[in-house]
Nanobody, 125 residues
Framework: QVQLVESGGGLVQAGGSLRLSCAASGRAFSSYAMGWFRQAPGKEREFIAAISRSGGSTHYANSVKGRLSISRDNAKNTVYLLMSSLKPEDTAVYYC??????????????????WGQGTQVTVSS
């Protein structure tokens, strides 16, 4: 098992940047593909970014491509999400997720077995 704790959320003005972190504990972090999802009020949880176990492969949702960057530091058991040019529609709770069965990465909520508690990101106009 792995436990995930997100941090770095907060209130930011439109056009600003934030870096979210997701710290993992438990089994070897490098054996997990990692993903970031978000959920806005009244909406379903949606995929935004994923990274392979080694960090060599990344994948982004079209809606955020070019504005977000996912990375990981396996020595620190942490995955990051750097968000720039933030928009009010980016307001949501952001979740990190992990799975040890994925060969590279997944886009579906049901592809990940472990989830953090989420961190709120609010972008003001």
């Amino acid at each position: 098992q792995v436990q995930l704790v997100e941090s770095g959320g907060g209130l930011v003005q439109a056009g600003g940047s934030l870096r979210l972190s997701c710290a993992a504990s438990g089994r070897a972090f490098s054996s997990y593909a990692m993903g970031w999802f978000r959920q806005a009020p009244g909406k379903e949880r949606e995929f935004i970014a994923a990274i392979s176990r080694s960090g060599g492969s990344t994948h982004y949702a079209n809606s955020v491509k070019g504005r977000l960057s996912i990375s990981r530091d396996n020595a620190k058991n942490t995955v990051y999400l750097l968000m720039s040019s933030l928009k009010p529609e980016d307001t949501a709770v952001y979740y990190c997720a992990a799975d040890s069965d994925l060969l590279l990465y997944g886009r579906g909520v049901d592809e990940y077995d472990y989830w953090g508690q989420g961190t709120q990101v609010t972008v003001s106009s």
